[in-house]
């Protein structure tokens, strides 16, 4: 089939590659357009755009989906089908109707649980043993379309959610691939998804990062770890932010009332509603990440400092 990939963020780019060296054609690519980032305020193209420019394939960066120019440029490629995996904005119906066997979308959840922009996100925050992928037909409701394919992925103890989508992105390419086969062969058909077991994953976004150390060890655990790479979990020390990589559950830990610190020589306790846990990497405000028993070392917490 001659493809459109739709998709911006790097968990996009193990998909990307699986169809560039697939019997498929590959004939442009859509993405978010270029974003000025970074201290220096550079230019940077997403990592789909640079995969793209490497393989020669044409890149199409329109401001919103309905630009009538982007869909003009759509009509005259004729795509028969446009998988997407992370592309980041509204797809509207005129867009929709383009290729003939529609846009299928490779989503990183059991559909129906955690329809929305953060499904992996929410799977380790609320404490899920088991995640996986679909791929499915989009139509104009929130990751409600037909389903085509699922596979299924573990959720680890220690898993933050760069690890799970890591390992998912590449599985799901996989999946996508298959997907698009049995669509070429007319041997897939989309089955609708059942209306019960429906859940939503919005974004999440730095104010919901912050860490509420009179919560229970647990949901500390869950919430940095869900956080983890992004947006990335904080809490402030001393009236700045600091940031947190995951921490570890010590329920043989000091007593301590929460947000209260304890430093050992290998050590950085951090108390909660129920047992402390163990601090790991963190990162003060304007200096690089280091191991939390480094940085104690250097602020030296006293009796009456608190995480808050």
Known sequence: ??????????????????????????????????????????????PVAEVAAEAGIEVLKPEKASDPEFLDRLREIGPDCCPVVAYGALLRQEALDIPRHGWVNLHFSLLPAWRGAAPVQHAVLHGDDLTGAATFEIERGLDSGPVYG????????????????????????????RTLDGIASGELVARPQPAEGVSQAPKLTPADAEVDFTAPAMR?????????????????FRGTRLKLGPVLPAPDGPDLAPGALEVTKTAVFAGTGTHPVELGEVQPQGKRRMSAVDWARGVRPGPDDRLT
């Open 1 to 46: 089939m001659k493809l459109v990939f739709a998709g911006t963020p790097e968990v996009a780019v193990p998909s990307l590659r699986a169809l560039l060296d697939s019997a498929h054609e590959v004939a442009a690519v859509v993405t978010r357009p270029d974003a000025v980032a970074g201290r220096g305020r550079r230019v940077s193209v997403s």
């Open 150 to 177: 699922t596979l299924t992925e573990p959720i680890g103890p220690r898993d933050t959610s760069g690890d799970l989508l890591d390992r998912l992105s590449r599985s799901g390419a996989g999946l996508l691939l």
């Open 220 to 236: 500390v655990d869950r919430l940095v770890r869900a956080c983890t790479p992004a947006p990335g979990a904080w809490t402030t």
